[in-house]
């Protein structure tokens, strides 16, 4: 196996890694701006107003988008094992 085939492979699940959490935790994000926006603008500083919705919406995307994620990471393992006999030799 070259260093660029390694190399290669690690790019990929890094890609992987990004774009999986990226799906979950964007949505939260954008939440917590707009609960942190609402909350300047009036003034109140409670913990959970800013903390629940972030969990329902986290919660949400996982349940939606969760069997999207989870057919990328199985295309991606059975692509690793599929071509272990040609990054063997």
Known sequence: MTPET??????EALWMIVL????????????????????????INE???SFLPR???????IIVTGPWMLTQL?????NLISNIPYLIG
């Open 47 to 49: 913990q959970t107003l």
């Open 74 to 78: 199985l295309d991606h393992a059975r």
């Open 55 to 61: 969990l329902i919406v986290t919660l949400l995307v």
């Open 6 to 11: 390694v190399i290669d492979i690690m790019r």
């Open 20 to 43: 999986l959490s990226g799906v979950i935790i964007g949505p939260g994000l954008v939440i917590g701006l707009v609960v942190s926006t609402f909350q300047a603008a009036t003034q």
